[in-house]
């Protein structure tokens, strides 16, 4: 079984870049789809990102397209996710998942969870 670790959260100011991970660890991840999701309180977790294990351009929601950046480390077993240019809106508990298959909107396996606060 695979384990999702996600890491990088905190307060940050308007403007600023964050960089977010998940780490993964237990069985080889060469044919899982990983994802970055956003949720913010009261509501659901919405897609942002994704991208192959084992290669391919990454898939990015539109509304953060341009300013969202993942990455494989594959050396590290993780997943790298940038944030350029942070605003407001992009705050909430932003969660790594992990499925076989692309673009599911019911990941199998899934991170803690790590908070993202933006000030303004």
């Known amino acids: 079984q695979v384990q999702l670790v996600e890491s990088g959260g905190g307060l940050v100011q308007a403007g600023d870049s964050l960089r977010l991970s998940c780490t993964a660890s237990g069985r080889t991840l060469d044919y899982y789809y990983i994802m970055w999701f956003r949720q913010v309180p009261g509501k659901g977790r919405d897609f942002v990102a994704g991208i192959k294990w084992k290669g391919g351009s990454p898939d990015y929601a539109g509304s953060v397209k341009g300013r969202f950046t993942i990455a494989r480390d594959q050396a590290d077993n993780t997943v790298n996710h940038n944030i350029t240019n942070l605003k407001q809106e992009d705050a909430g508990t932003y969660y790594c998942?992990?499925?076989?298959?692309?673009?599911?909107?019911?990941?199998?396996?899934w991170g803690q969870g790590t908070l993202v606060t933006v000030k303004a």
């Open positions: 998942a992990g499925d076989p298959h692309v673009g599911s909107s019911v990941p199998r396996i």
